[in-house]
């Protein structure tokens, strides 16, 4: 049991502690770099406080207001809402392309619940988070267990959804004079909060705190870390003993249910119940995840990322609209400014490596 | 004596390619059995396939005497059973505490931990800064980097540490020293001998001769996907076993049995 | 009314009549000396774009807006936002539910417009009506409601019972070969006259929801070379449509204004702005209508209408 | 020069030849899962005369005619050609967005080029095709340059493009008759050859020799490889000596070349110049690149299996229509079929593994 | 004489981490130099440097007198400095042929590799058959087989042979035995004798002593992100060098002027 080879011996003297440099002269801009570096999500919130401080130079008051400052935040509450379930299916490397027509769906059983077969509104928007959440769950299931790529998962479902959801509501409309009478709370999330000239509605509150719930389940529980795993490498992640398809199944079953919230929410933004809502979702939501710096890949970046990500469309939309850009234009500049955001992201990020 | 872990007539085909064709496996309890054999002889394929990696297309597998059918790793791995891969299965983007807890991350006392379910990350910094300072990997300057920013050796070094912090019934390592400097592979045998005294058989693979006749208590010479023979590291020399391994001598038929 | 701003939203920036829309409404705001600010949505149908637009324009201190909404019950909150807030709001093209949510309407009646249509084709038939294979191209799945509207007019002016008048498809009659969707362009037009005439090959009347959508089923019928025994009618009468009419592309076609609702809607808001007075509906109705023509080169019997020439010098008015 | 550890001489007299084994009873169900292991395009390829099967018999002649199954290749065309470039793009791990933008803004470039400049219509087409290839271009130095992501580049550059494109049409529309009367050559795709009852139009025809040409660089020449490398892994493929940039950008302009021919087709198919079209060519390209069995993570795929991946959604859309299902039903169950499909695939695949 | 490969002051930090602390290098023509250090020293981080795989923060390098900066590993390919990385660098979905001859595939001869740029593929298999059976890889069963299916020593063997087959001016060995057996380790010691005796010199980094000290004409002793000293393996012991290169033992003054 000693033929240990001789010359191994020589490395027993070796010196215990951990390597340390000297950093150098380590300047403000290097520590700075240094915390771009571990905070990605730092990246977008500078980006969105320049643009905001650049509209504000150009438009003044208009724009620098508590009431069009607080406009953005309730324009973007329906599409940071849908993007933060979307950022979760994202760092899974995955894609949910159904994230619109559950909300949907899931506003239009909380609306006909309730005016078809005269539930209780309370019960009816049980039944509607319920119904997000079941299709989420379908979604994770043939993501998981069948090992079907997601975005033809989600792509199917996207239809046969949409498709579902305008069969059962016969494309009606239920108006908001009709539930504001007899079903207030499926507008709770409308009701708001004036701190001055400052509006905030339930749905934008909803949506802060719900940013808030997740960053921290991310980061600092094991589900959290779990989710991370599985999109960086799901079989290194299975090897090294992650539940992945539970943690998948859960992962597109809390994405439904965040959708089926917004769409509560949403009945709260346009007071009705609408089967046409949310066609854009899908896109505005991964916009804002990529524009928030989560990798396509999975496994990176923050939800914090995608919130700002949601801000700086909504900033540039709103800024180039009051000066005064025409629809086409704003789109072509929203192009444009999309992918500047994304390079000056960029950029800061390879200067602090 | 009855093995631990037993395998008999694994079968693994991939297209046209035989990994593992009909081959046998014993490990008794408390040894140290060491894998030897050519690239690509199928020794990874082997210890995937008792571990649950991979789903043999023939064969049985008994731990304790016991018919198991591992589904995946977590099976086995709920079973105790540890395992190193060669490809390390690792998350690339997670910190090395991380990857180190992954899957029984520990969370804060008290209601932080138990009502918000909140990590205690930095507890298991400290045990994942003291696992790894037990293999000498000194140049991990800072225990919050990607795995996938560490240099080969570093990498693997985690991996061991976790296998060795965790294994409660069997540890399998595959080439856990291949990428390791002197010193780290030094440290590793040393630990390797500290988890047999615990009485955790241990399997492991290694090309290093050496190393494989100075801890292991028996060899299993793998050859073309199955088991050549077993020989006792004291009875026979390290010509012997590479000669078997590589197809340059026949082992005695007597062997073959062993 | 100088240096007062309007705004014009419509449901999309991409469909010739809202072009034209807009092209009257820029040309009258800068008759008047107003600024005028204009807004659509992505997609037709796409409602919540319609939402930011009217908090924009409040945002902005619009005087007044000019709305084609895409979702006519659900704007109605935010148009009320908009009334408080002081705006005049004029919906144009599509009255609004209930019609008196807007301060006024311009609007064509699209129901109205489907009729005639209708009629024209039955008259154009006579007895052969009895007979008739048709196939109905109409927007998108969602079933819009000028989509509805156009399409269950176009059925009522036929003589077919419409089941549910507000949805389409659930029609019995089966001189009805089939309802599919076109997305309102040549594409979609093309690939849904060809799924029917593959259902039913002998297909001899097709309503489309708007000019593009003919243009594409035609090329369809060319395709197997039935272009000329199938009667299209159509909605909307912009110049290229009539044009189309004259060539024989389609037969018949509803012509609406746009460039009139534009131009009144901004002379509304300018008198707004400066009297604070608000536009008369036609008497009778509860919007002012812009009015519907038929234009077609064969004149069928108890069908008003208007010929091409006469169409092409009023072509989106 | 000889400390060489002695043990390792003993590996001297090992045999030479290359290890083989005995296959055991090699069946015809084991051959014929080996050869659907290496020619995986031949999965999409079975769902597809599966489908076809089906459709058949339970339409019988109405579904299996030659005109029928003709027709839906001419349905197919223009899909089949955008998806080809969105094929050459996802197999180095991106995504273009941007296709169906750039298939429409070149097609409006060549009719306008024509009727609004008097340009000959030989010298609009090709002004049209540079357009379609130097917007690839913008993509392609935009990811491969500045390092930006597909997803971010190509979002960015379809708001643009499509803005442009309404900006400097002024959503006119060149009608067809005008078009036959003046330019014919803009109709050029929409000629067709008739056999018995099968019609092929040009555009069909330039998309079958399409496929074959791709399949043939993809798979025959260093080219076709380095694609392969770059979306498998890039950083590898740098290492290894591929110019991954130049890669990449040429990549990218192709997909535009290909786009802008794809617009040059549509004219064939529509008749006219419109503006509006192409506004499902995205999603409509990524679905068949998906269910023929392209991944979306690059590298791994083959572009018969998109061509296939197209036809089997388009024998579902007609298939369906002609079975009676109404707009909104088959939307629903073209969903699910899509869901399907891919799990037939997916089954089909694990069983031969 | 002139250093054919010459490196002064690199400096390359990631973050926090110092991978590369003012660190000096010289290859001299036709020799074989080991560089050998713990795990995390810095090793990889140094050839990267200088073979234009990583862009050093500090320092500049020169070859064959010439200064020259490397922008990207393609441009020290262009120069004939051929490089076997730690990770590999090979497309896992990719077969060993295409992987071998990436970059530098093989056209058929006459009009097909001309006109249509068709490739050669069943010349390529042929040597890249050739290539591992030079290697000894007999276990390599289908020479279409994906990188990614390969086990880790064959994937290993893949690489080494790609450097070996088109290096031309200097071969740089990022631990190339590492994963290999016994048998495949010898076959790559001799390759790089064989390619030295072609004049080619060589960079070799390792963590087994015997086989550095086999084969080396003098060893780069790393320690800590930059080098320690450069000594001569006929005049010291491995037990010398691992001391050197754990810290156990500080080199004379002299050696890190070497
Ligand atoms: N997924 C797979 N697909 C196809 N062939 C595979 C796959 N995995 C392994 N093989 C093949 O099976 C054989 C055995 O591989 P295995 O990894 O078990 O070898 P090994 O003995 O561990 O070699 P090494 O010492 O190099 O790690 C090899 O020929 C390898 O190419
Ligand atoms: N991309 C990176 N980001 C952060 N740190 C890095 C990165 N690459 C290397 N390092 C760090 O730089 C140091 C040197 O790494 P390097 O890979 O050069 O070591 P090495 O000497 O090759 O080690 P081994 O023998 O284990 O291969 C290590 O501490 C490593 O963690
Ligand atoms: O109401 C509009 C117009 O009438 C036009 O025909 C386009 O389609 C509808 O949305
Ligand atoms: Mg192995
Ligand atoms: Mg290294």
């Not at chain 3, 089966?174 to 997305?183: H, L, Q, S, Y």
Request: one cysteine or more; proline letters at 4%.
């Amino acid at each position: 049991m000693s033929t240990q080879q001789s010359y191994e011996a020589a490395a027993a003297g070796s010196p215990q502690e951990t390597a340390e440099f000297d950093q150098g002269h380590q300047s403000f801009i290097q520590k700075f770099q240094h915390l771009l570096h571990v905070t990605p999500s730092l990246v977008p919130l500078i980006v969105l406080v320049l643009s905001v401080i650049v509209f504000g130079l150009l438009l003044g008051s208009k724009f620098f207001s508590p009431f069009a400052l607080t406009l953005i935040l309730q324009q973007v509450g329906i599409v940071g809402i849908v993007a933060c379930a979307q950022s979760l299916v994202i760092l899974t490397a995955g894609i949910d392309l159904s994230v619109g027509a559950i909300m949907v769906l899931s506003s239009v059983v909380m609306g006909q619940f309730t005016f078809r077969y005269g539930l209780p509104p309370e019960i009816a928007v049980v039944c509607g988070l319920i119904c997000g959440t079941f299709c989420g769950f379908i979604n994770g299931w043939l993501v998981a267990r069948m090992k079907l790529p997601p975005f033809i998962v989600t792509l199917g479902m996207w239809q046969i959804v949409l498709a579902t959801n305008f069969l059962y509501s016969a494309n009606e409309t239920i108006r908001s004079q009709t539930i504001a009478a007899e079903a207030p709370l499926l507008q709770l999330f409308g009701e708001k909060i004036k701190l001055g000239g400052a509006v905030f509605t339930y749905g934008v509150i909803f949506m802060v705190l719900l940013v808030i719930l997740l960053a921290y389940v991310l980061r600092h529980t094991a589900w959290g870390r779990h989710v991370y795993a599985v999109g960086d490498d799901p079989d290194a992640a299975e090897l090294s003993g992650v539940k992945v398809n539970r943690v998948l199944i859960s992962v597109y079953m809390l994405s439904g249910l965040i959708c089926a919230f917004a769409g509560w929410a949403m009945i709260g933004r346009i007071g009705s119940v609408s089967p046409t809502s949310g066609q854009l979702a899908n896109i505005e939501s991964i916009t804002a995840v990529v524009i928030g710096g989560i990798s396509l890949f999975g496994g990176r970046g923050s939800i914090l990322g995608t919130f700002f990500g949601a801000l700086i469309v909504g900033v540039f939309t709103l800024g180039l609209r009051l000066l005064g850009a025409d629809a086409q234009w704003t789109y072509l500049l929203i192009g444009l400014l999309i992918i500047a955001a994304v390079a000056v992201d960029q950029w800061i990020r390879k200067v602090s490596v | 004596m009855e093995p631990i872990l037993k395998a008999r007539g694994l079968v693994k085909r991939y297209g046209r390619v035989t990994a593992l064709d009909h081959c046998d496996f014993d490990l008794m309890p408390g040894e140290i059995l060491a894998v030897i054999g050519d690239n690509g002889a199928g020794k990874s394929s082997l210890i995937k396939a008792i571990s649950g990696a991979v789903i043999p297309d023939e064969g049985e597998v008994w731990l304790e005497g016991r018919k198991v059918q591992f589904t995946s790793p977590i099976d086995a791995r709920e079973e105790g059973i540890e395992t190193v891969y060669q490809t390390l299965a690792m998350s690339p983007a997670l910190s090395i505490a991380d990857n180190m807890f992954m899957g029984r991350e520990l969370r804060k006392p008290g209601w932080r931990g138990n009502l918000l379910r909140q990590l205690d990350r930095a507890r298991m910094e400290e045990i994942a800064r003291e696992k790894l300072n037990e293999l000498g990997l000194m140049t991990i300057q800072n225990i919050n980097q990607a795995v996938e920013t560490l240099s080969g050796g570093q990498r693997q070094g985690v991996a061991v540490a976790r296998a060795a912090a965790f294994g409660s019934k069997v540890i399998i390592l595959d080439e856990p020293t291949a990428a390791l400097g002197v010193k780290e592979s030094r440290r590793v045998l040393e630990l390797i001998q500290d988890v047999k005294s615990r009485g955790i058989p241990i399997i492991l693979i290694s090309h290093n001769m050496p190393h494989v006749f100075e801890v292991a208590d028996r060899i299993h010479v793998h050859r073309l996907g199955k088991r050549l023979c077993v020989i006792d590291p004291k009875a026979h020399s390290m010509s012997d076993a590479v000669a078997y391994m590589t197809g340059a001598a026949e082992p005695a038929a007597e062997l073959a049995e062993a | 009314a100088e240096g007062v701003t309007a705004c014009l939203i419509t449901k999309t920036d991409t469909n010739p009549f809202f072009v034209k829309m807009k092209e009257g409404a820029e040309a009258k705001a800068a008759e008047l000396g107003m600024t005028l600010k204009s807004f659509a949505g992505k997609i037709d149908g796409d409602h919540e774009t319609q939402v930011a637009a009217i908090e924009t324009c409040i945002a902005d201190g619009a005087k007044g807006i000019l709305l084609t909404a895409s979702d006519t019950s659900s704007i109605v909150p935010a148009v009320q936002q908009a009334r408080d807030a002081g705006l005049v709001v004029i919906a144009l093209d599509t009255p609004l539910e209930p019609i008196d949510a807007a301060d006024a309407t311009f609007a064509t009646d699209n129901f109205l417009a489907g009729e005639l249509i209708g009629k024209w084709a039955a008259a154009s038939l006579g007895d052969e009506a009895a007979n008739a294979k048709i196939a109905m191209l109409d927007l998108a799945v969602s079933q819009p409601t000028v989509g509805v509207l156009r399409d269950q007019g176009f059925l009522q002016g036929f003589g077919i019972d419409l089941g549910d008048p507000n949805k389409w498809g659930d029609e019995t009659d089966p001189r009805i070969v089939g309802n599919d969707i076109t997305a309102g362009n040549e594409e979609g037009g093309r690939r849904a006259m060809e799924n029917l005439l593959a259902k039913d090959p002998m297909i001899n009347v097709v309503y489309t929801i708007n000019e593009p959508a003919a243009a594409g089923a035609y090329e369809a019928l060319k395709a197997i070379g039935r272009e000329n025994d199938v009667l299209i009618v159509s909605v909307d009468g912009g110049c290229p449509g009539v044009q189309n009419i004259k060539d024989g592309v389609i037969g018949a076609t509803s012509q609406q204004y746009p460039l009139l609702m534009a131009s009144k809607g901004i002379e509304a808001i300018s008198a707004w702005a400066s009297t604070g007075a608000k536009p008369e509906p036609t008497p009778g109705k509860a919007f002012f209508d812009t009015g519907v023509a038929l234009v077609t080169d064969q004149p069928a019997e108890g069908v008003e209408s208007i010929d091409t020439n006469e169409g092409m010098n009023l072509c989106w008015g």
